[in-house]
C-alpha cells in the first residue's frame, strides 16, 4: 500500500491552489442598470454570486451624471453637488438625446428643460454635440463612455478584480440608432458588452429565477409596470417550462417569454420634477420682485430642480411639506408650503396618461386582462401614491405586486445573465425570449419590360420581422429576377400603434440602404452551365435587438459532371492509391470539401432559424391580423403559380428542398455501396475462374450504364459571395478617424484623472509622514531612543519639508511628493528601526519562549511513551534537544547585551532574527507531532489464529481466548452465513446433477479429478471466513455456560453440505479437462 507523506499532500493541494485561482483570473461580470438618472451596478465573481456594488459614497445606487470643470473630472454625488453650482459643466440625462438627429423634437424638449447647455449638430452624423468650450465638444457617446467607465471602476474596486464583460440594460422602446449608440458608448472606453437587455426582461428574469420551482408547462402570464424618471413601460411575460436539447442530453428547463410592451417615452418622474420646479418658481415670483429674471440663472433654475425633486419624494409618504432653498436667487431665500393635493392636480393631465402603456401591452399581447396573475410594480416613478391609484383601477387588480426590488431588480437579473453568458460561470439554464418591438421591411426596385420593349420599375416591399417576433431571430431573403447590381433598404413599417409624437420622436423610419455588387460577374460566370436560384440575403435580429446583414450570396445549381468512360475495378483501386500520394484528383476533392462545407453552413443557418422562429410560426396564427394572414395567403398562392417574381423565401421550403436533395443523396449512396460490394466480391474468386468473372463484370457494368442513364443527375449547389456596401441612413455610424479621437479623448482624460490620483495618493502620504513622525519624536518613548542631536536634525527636515508643502509644493506632481518623502525617511531612517524594534521586540520575545515551553514539554512527554522508538529515531528527540538549547543559550546571550545597552544606540538583535529562530523550532515540533499523527502500529503476529487445523485437543484457556474472539459476531450475521451456506449447497447440487447429464457417457479421470478437487477444496478454505474452533461457541467467556449448540451444528453441517457439493461440482468431464 503506497503510503503518501503529509507534505507531499500539501504540495498537492497546493499546485491544484495555484491552478485553480489562475484559471479563475477572468471569471468576473458585471451588469450596469442604465437609467436616465441612477445606474445601478452588479457583479458576479467566484464566491461573490449577484451582489449590487456600492460606489465611493458606499451607496447602492449613482447618479447618471458627469462634471468637468479645471480639468477635473467628477462623478456620481459630487457631480450633483458641482451641477448646481457650475450646471454648464455637468451633464444629466444625457441618455434622452442619445442617437437622435439635432432635428429630434426630443432635443427640443431637451433644450427647454436644460436651457443652459450649448447644443449643436455634428456636421459628420446629423446627431447632438454638447458645446463644453470653444475648443471641446463632447458627443452623448462619449459622455455615456464615461459614465460605464466611471460604472467599471467601481465594479472593479467593490469586487477587487478587473472587468470587462457586461451586459447593459436599456429601455424596451430604444430603437435600433440608440441601441448602436449605447454599444459605441462601451466600444470607446475598452467595455466588451455580451448583451443589451431590456429592462423589464431583466426584471421579469430575476423574478422568474428564484421562483423557477412553481413554473411548468402551463404558461404563467405577469405584467410589470416600470415608471422611471423619464419614461414608462408595461411589459407582459409568460412563464412556463419547456423541454432543451444540450450535447445530446433533454432536460426540462424554465423560459421567459416577451408577450407584449407598451411604453410612454416622456412619462415619468423627470416630469412631475419639471412641473414641481415651474410652481415652485411661481411661488417665488409671488414672494419676491427680483431686477432679473429667475428663468434666465443656469444656477437659479438648476437649485429650484434640485428642490423640486426632494419635494416629490417627500410627498411620496407625507401629505405636506415646505419647500425651502437659501439664495435662491439673487441672495433671496425662498421658503413655501406644498401639499400633496397641489402636486396631483398640477401632474393631472401626466397621471391621465398611467394606463396607457397597460393598454398597448394588452393589445399587442392580446392576452386578456383577467389571465394576468400579478401586476408588479418597478421604479421609482411608482411611489407616487396616485400612480399606484389609478394603475390598480386600470389593471383591476386588488393590489398591486411589490415582491421584487423596484431599483435593483433590473440589475440583478442582467447579471445573472451575464453569467450565463461569460466564461467560467455555470449557472442554472433559465431560457430568456426576447420581443421585436418595431415591425421591419425590405423595399426594393425590380425593372419589368413590357411586349413593346419598354421597361418600368416596380417598387415591391417585403416584410422581414413582424411586431412581437421572438428574438434572436435569423431571416433569409431571395432576389429571384436582379441580372445587375442593385440596392435594397430595410426601413420601419405599420407603426399605427404609436401615436404621431411617438413616431416622430422615433426619428427616421429608413434604418439602412445596402448597395450589392458583383452580380453580373457572378452570373457570367456560373450560367453557361448553371441555372440560377436567386440572389439571397441573411439577415439576423440578434439578443441586443440590433439588426445585422451577415452576408449576401448568389445561388446556382449546375448538373452532376460525369466522366464520359466508367472507370474499372482496378483503375479505381489505382486512382485511390494515388490520391494517397498526391495526384490530380485533390483538386477536384477540395473543390467539393468547399461545395460541403457551404452546405453544412446554411443547412446550420437553416436549423437555427427553424429552432428560434418555432414559437413564432405558432404565435402568428392567433396574434397576427387577418389582412396580414390574407395579404401572406395571397403572396403564398402567386409564388406556388410558378410567377417570376421576387419573394421571401419560408425556412420550409428549404428544408423541403434540403430533405428530398439529402433522401436523393442517400439513394445513390446506397447504390455506390452495393456496387463496391459487387466488385470487392468479384475480386474475391480464384484465378481458375477468371473468364466468368470477365463475363459477370461486363453484364454488371451494362446494368449499371443503363441505370446511371436513365437516373437523373444529383443537382450540385454552388454559392457565390457577393459584395455588400451598408449604409446606417436613421443615424450615421461614426468614421473611424472620429472614433480614434474619441477614443484618444477619452484616454487623456483617464490619464489625467488616474494622475490627480496618484499625485492625491503620493501628497497625503508625505503630510502623513511629516505629522507623524513629528509626534513620535517628542513623545517619552521617541526621546528615549533618540539623542537631542538626532531629534533637532529630524524636526528641522521635517519642518523644512512642511513649508515647501504648504507654499511652493501645494500643485506638485506624484514624482516630487515621493522623492521628498524617502528623503525625509532616509535622514530619520535609524531612529525608525530602534522605534520599530522597541515596539514589537516585547511580544516577539514572548512569543519564542512559548514555542521554546512548548518544545520541551514535547520532549518530556515522549520519554514516557513506551513505542516511541517505533516513531522517532534517537537523530530526531537529538536535534530538537539540540535546537531548543543553541537557541536558549542565544537567547539569554543577546538579552543580557540589549539591557547593557543603551536605549538609543543600535539594537543588539533585531525582531526578525527573533523570528528566523522561532521558526526553526516550531518547523521541527511541527514535523515530528505529524510524525506521530500519522504513525500506524506494526500489526502484531497471532501465532495461534493461523493453525486452522488444531486438534480438539486445545487447552481450556485457549478455548476460551477463541471463543472471546468469536463473542463479536452477532447472531444476524450467524442466521446469514447459515442462509448463504444453505444456498449454496443448493445450487451446487442442481449444477452438479446438470454436467453428470450433460456428461453421461463419458468416463472421468478420477487423478485429475480429485487433484482438481483437491485444490478447489484448499482455495475455498483460504477465501471463506474461518469457523469457530469446537468449543468457542459452545462456552461462554463470561459465564462459563453452555451456549445454543444448534447454531454451531447447523453450521457445521451446512459447511459439511457445501463441501460435498462443491467436490461434486467440480468432477467434470474428461474431454473438458
Known amino acids: 500500500m503506497l503510503i503518501r507523506k503529509p507534505g507531499t499532500v500539501l504540495f498537492i493541494a497546493a499546485v491544484a491552489l495555484s491552478f485553480f485561482v489562475s484559471s479563475s483570473d477572468g471569471l468576473a461580470v458585471m451588469s450596469v442598470d442604465l437609467g436616465s438618472q441612477f445606474m445601478k451596478v452588479a457583479i458576479v465573481k467566484p464566491g461573490v454570486p449577484m451582489e449590487i456594488a456600492l460606489n465611493t459614497e458606499s451607496r447602492r445606487k449613482t447618479p447618471v451624471a458627469v462634471s468637468l470643470r479645471d480639468n477635473e473630472r467628477l462623478f456620481s454625488d459630487s457631480a450633483l ?27 427640443e424638449q431637451y433644450k427647454q428643460r436644460f436651457p443652459w447647455y450649448d447644443l449643436e449638430e455634428d456636421k459628420e452624423t446629423g446627431t447632438v454635440l454638447f458645446r463644453h468650450n470653444s475648443e471641446i465638444t463632447f458627443s452623448p457617446e462619449e459622455i455615456l463612455g464615461m459614465i460605464l467607465n466611471h460604472s467599471r471602476n467601481i465594479a472593479e474596486k467593490f469586487a477587487d478584480h478587473p472587468m470587462k464583460d457586461v451586459v447593459i440594460t436599456v429601455p424596451s422602446f430604444f430603437n435600433q440608432a440608440e ?3 449605447v454599444l459605441r458608448a462601451a466600444r ?4 466588451n458588452v455580451l448583451q443589451l ?28 409596470y416600470d415608471m422611471g424618471a423619464t419614461s414608462t413601460v408595461a411589459t407582459i411575460v409568460g412563464y412556463s417550462t ?5 450535447r445530446g442530453i433533454t432536460e426540462t428547463a424554465p423560459q421567459v417569454v416577451v408577450k407584449g410592451v407598451g411604453f410612454d417615452r416622456t412619462l415619468g418622474g423627470h416630469a412631475m420634477e419639471m412641473l414641481m420646479r415651474d410652481h415652485l418658481i411661481k411661488l417665488f415670483k409671488e414672494q419676491h420682485k427680483t431686477q432679473g429674471d429667475v428663468t434666465q440663472s443656469p444656477r437659479a433654475m438648476a437649485k429650484f430642480l434640485k428642490e423640486a425633486a426632494r419635494v416629490k419624494q417627500v410627498l411620496s409618504a407625507n401629505t405636506e411639506i415646505f419647500a425651502q432653498i437659501e439664495g435662491a436667487f439673487e441672495e433671496k431665500d425662498f421658503r413655501a408650503k406644498v401639499t400633496r393635493e397641489e402636486f396631483e ?15 398597448q401591452a394588452l393589445k399587442s399581447s392580446a392576452i386578456p386582462l383577467d389571465e394576468i396573475e400579478s401586476v408588479i410594480l418597478v421604479g421609482g416613478g411608482t411611489r407616487v401614491p396616485k400612480v399606484q391609484e389609478l394603475l390598480l383601477k386600470a389593471v383591476k387588480k386588488s393590489e398591486l405586486g411589490k415582491n421584487v426590488n423596484a431599483d435593483e431588480a433590473a440589475a440583478l437579473g442582467a447579471v445573472y445573465q451575464a453569467a450565463n453568458l461569460g466564461k467560467g460561470f455555470k449557472v442554472k439554464k433559465f431560457l430568456v425570449k426576447e420581443a421585436n418591438i418595431y415591425p421591419v421591411q425590405v423595399s426594393f426596385e425590380r425593372a419589368n419590360k413590357a411586349e413593346d420593349g419598354s421597361q418600368t420599375v416596380k417598387h415591391v416591399k417585403r416584410m422581414l420581422y413582424h411586431r412581437m417576433n421572438v428574438l434572436p431571430q435569423k431571416k433569409v431573403m431571395t432576389f429571384n429576377r436582379h441580372t445587375d447590381d442593385f440596392n435594397f433598404h430595410a426601413s420601419y413599417t405599420d407603426l399605427d400603434f404609436l401615436s404621431e409624437d411617438e413616431q416622430s420622436m422615433l426619428g427616421s423610419m429608413n434604418l439602412t440602404t445596402v448597395s450589392v455588387k458583383g452580380v453580373a460577374a457572378a452570373l457570367d460566370k456560373h450560367t453557361p452551365k448553371g441555372e440560377s436560384k436567386g440572389i439571397k440575403a441573411y439577415f439576423r435580429m440578434d439578443e441586443s435587438g440590433i439588426l445585422n446583414l451577415e452576408k449576401v450570396e448568389s445561388v446556382f445549381e449546375k448538373p452532376e459532371e460525369k466522366s464520359e468512360e466508367e472507370q474499372s475495378t482496378f483503375a479505381k483501386i489505382g486512382s485511390k492509391i494515388s490520391s494517397f500520394f498526391g495526384s490530380s484528383g485533390e483538386e477536384e476533392n477540395k473543390e467539393s470539401k468547399v461545395e460541403e462545407g457551404d452546405k453544412s453552413e446554411e443547412a446550420e443557418g437553416e436549423k437555427t432559424e427553424k429552432e428560434e422562429t ?43 428542398e434540403r430533405k428530398s436533395d439529402e433522401k436523393k443523396e442517400e439513394e445513390e449512396e446506397k447504390g455506390e455501396k452495393n456496387g463496391e460490394k459487387k466488385e470487392e466480391s468479384s475480386e474475391a474468386k480464384k484465378d481458375g475462374d477468371k473468364q466468368d468473372e470477365k463475363a459477370g463484370n461486363k453484364t454488371e457494368d451494362a446494368k449499371k450504364e443503363k441505370s446511371d442513364a436513365n437516373k437523373p443527375s444529383k443537382p450540385v449547389t454552388v454559392r457565390e459571395p457577393l459584395e455588400m456596401a451598408l449604409h446606417w441612413v436613421d443615424v450615421s455610424d461614426t468614421s473611424d478617424d472620429a472614433l480614434s479621437a474619441s477614443v484618444k479623448k477619452l484616454k487623456d482624460l483617464q490619464a489625467k484623472d488616474e494622475a490627480k490620483a496618484a499625485n492625491e495618493r503620493a501628497k497625503n502620504l508625505l503630510e502623513t509622514h511629516i505629522y507623524g513622525m513629528r509626534e513620535e519624536l517628542f513623545t517619552d518613548t521617541g526621546v528615549l531612543l533618540s539623542t537631542e542631536e538626532e531629534r533637532e536634525k529630524i524636526d528641522q527636515a521635517l519642518s523644512e519639508a512642511s513649508d515647501w508643502l504648504d507654499d511652493e509644493g501645494w500643485d506638485s506632481t506624484a514624482d516630487v511628493y515621493e522623492a521628498k518623502l524617502q528623503k525625509l525617511k532616509d535622514q530619520s531612517h535609524e531612529f525608525r528601526i530602534r522605534l520599530k524594534e522597541h515596539k514589537e521586540r516585547p511580544k516577539a520575545v514572548e512569543m519564542l519562549k512559548s514555542s521554546l515551553n512548548l518544545s520541551k514539554t514535547f520532549l518530556v512527554q515522549i520519554d514516557n511513551i513506551t513505542d516511541k522508538d517505533e516513531i522517532y529515531t534517537a537523530k530526531d528527540l537529538e536535534e530538537l534537544s539540540k535546537l531548543i538549547n543553541d537557541t536558549t543559550e542565544w537567547m539569554e546571550k543577546n538579552e543580557k547585551k540589549q539591557k547593557e545597552a543603551k536605549p538609543s544606540d543600535k539594537p543588539v538583535f533585531l525582531v526578525k532574527d527573533i523570528e528566523i529562530k522561532q521558526g526553526k523550532i516550531d518547523r521541527e515540533l511541527v514535523y515530528l507531532l505529524n510524525k506521530a499523527k500519522y504513525y500506524v502500529p506494526k500489526p502484531k503476529v497471532n501465532e495461534t489464529a493461523s493453525n486452522t487445523t488444531k486438534p480438539k485437543t486445545d487447552t481450556k484457556k485457549e478455548k476460551q481466548e477463541k471463543g472471546n474472539k468469536a463473542e463479536g459476531a452477532s447472531a444476524d450475521k450467524k442466521e446469514d452465513e447459515k442462509d448463504k451456506d444453505e444456498k449454496k449447497s443448493k445450487d451446487n447440487a442442481k449444477e452438479d446433477e446438470k454436467k453428470k447429464e450433460e456428461s ?29 474452533l469446537p468449543g468457542s461457541e459452545a462456552e461462554s467467556s463470561t459465564s462459563g455456560e453452555p451456549a445454543d449448540s444448534s447454531s454451531s451444528s447447523e453450521g457445521n453441517n451446512s459447511k459439511q453440505n457445501a463441501e460435498s457439493s462443491d467436490s461434486s461440482s467440480n468432477k467434470k468431464p474428461s474431454d473438458e479437462l
Not at 81 to 107: A, C, D, E, H, R
Not at 188 to 191: E, F, K, Y
Open 242 to 246: 419547456v423541454k432543451t436539447k444540450d
Open 188 to 191: 470607446l472606453v475598452g467595455l
Open 197 to 224: 437587455m431590456n429592462e423589464n426582461t431583466a426584471v421579469a428574469l430575476h423574478y422568474g429565477v428564484f421562483r423557477r420551482a412553481s413554473f411548468n408547462n402551463t404558461e404563467r402570464f405577469m405584467m410589470f
Open 81 to 107: 453637488t458641482t451641477s448646481v453650482k457650475y450646471p454648464k459643466s455637468s451633464y444629466i440625462y444625457v441618455q434622452n438625446v442619445l442617437g437622435k438627429k439635432f432635428s429630434n423634437p426630443m432635443v
Open 179 to 181: 441601441r448602436r449608440s
Open 345 to 359: 392636480e398640477m401632474c393631472s393631465d401626466l397621471l391621465k396618461r398611467v394606463s396607457g402603456p397597460v393598454e
Open 614 to 656: 418555432g414559437e413564432e410560426k405558432a404565435k402568428t396564427k392567433e396574434d397576427e391580423k387577418p389582412e396580414e394572414k390574407a395579404a401572406e395567403k395571397d403572396e403564398d398562392k402567386k409564388q406556388d403559380e410558378g410567377k417570376n417574381e421576387d419573394k421571401q423565401e419560408e425556412q420550409g421550403k428549404e428544408d423541403g
Open 1000 to 1028: 453421461m457417457g463419458k468416463q472421468e479421470k478420477p487423478d485429475e479429478s480429485n487433484k482438481k478437487q483437491s485444490e478447489q477444496d484448499k482455495k475455498e478454505s483460504d477465501e471463506a471466513e474461518p469457523l469457530p
